[in-house]
T-cell receptor, first 116, second 114 residues
Framework: AQTVTQSQPEMSVQEAETVTLSCTYD???????LFWYKQPPSRQMILVIR??????QNATENRFSVNFQKAAKSFSLKISDSQLGDAAMYFC?????????????FGKGTLLTVNP | DGGITQSPKYLFRKEGQNVTLSCEQN?????MYWYRQDPGQGLRLIYYSQIVNDFQKGDIAEGYSVSREKKESFPLTVTSAQKNPTAFYLCASSERTGYNSPLHFGNGTRLTVT
């Protein structure tokens, strides 16, 4: 079974600085998607960024980018120029291409605090 | 605007009572899901449905039931058999169940059972 591990329960960053959130996963599949979701205090889950395993180029969405290392099964999220509105719980998630392609498997989350 | 609506936002029930959480989507998505979130945990899959009149158990289906009579609606019933029903419940949908189809989430329902 696929597992997703976020080793940092909490992180903090100063406003305008850069922070990197870590995520590792375990899978035997060769093709899959990886996602980062943000859950602010409102508790709605918001898709931040996604990466297909077959694409070598790291995904970027404005101030958010990923460092995808397929061999190491690592998928970190970098937030540049951090803003107060970035404060949230961040979840890394995996979706495989095999028999469990319906299922999004989540890590336990990293709580990000942004200090003014 | 298209989206997923969960109601109510907060729900209180006495132990031993069944309770139904509502989830409606107007995104014309085929697949719908129910996840449970507990403090310090990620999201865990309760049930999912790929098409109307079909649904499958997820990882923690015991004590829960669902129906999918309409494409837009996927209500979740928390039965008295669920031993720890107090949690935050999130409904989601995706265009299809394929691996390249991201999930879109509702705002959630906080259920408290005393």
């Amino acid at each position: 079974a696929q597992t997703v591990t976020q080793s940092q329960p909490e992180m903090s960053v100063q406003e305008a600085e850069t922070v990197t959130l870590s995520c590792t996963y375990d899978t035997s599949e060769s093709d899959y998607y990886l996602f980062w979701y943000k859950q602010p205090p409102s508790r709605q889950m918001i898709l931040v960024i996604r990466q297909e395993a077959y694409k070598q180029q790291n995904a970027t969405e404005n101030r958010f980018s990923v460092n995808f290392q397929k061999a190491a099964k690592s998928f970190s999220l970098k937030i540049s120029d951090s803003q107060l509105g970035d404060a949230a719980m961040y979840f890394c998630a995996y979706k495989g291409s095999g028999g469990s392609n319906y299922k999004l498997t989540f890590g336990k989350g990293t709580l990000l605090t942004v200090n003014p | 605007d298209g989206g997923i609506t969960q109601s109510p936002k907060y729900l209180f029930r006495k132990e031993g009572q069944n309770v139904t959480l509502s989830c409606e989507q107007n995104l014309n998505h085929d697949a719908m899901y129910w996840y449970r979130q507990d403090p310090g945990q990620g999201l865990r899959l309760i049930y999912y449905s790929q098409i109307v009149n079909d649904f499958q158990k997820g990882d923690i289906a015991e004590g829960y039931s669902v129906s999918r009579e309409k494409k837009e609606s996927f209500p979740l019933t928390v039965t008295s058999a669920q031993k720890n029903p107090t949690a935050f419940y999130l409904c989601a949908s995706s265009e299809r169940t394929g691996y390249n189809s991201p999930l879109h989430f509702g705002n959630g329902t906080r259920l408290t059972v005393t």
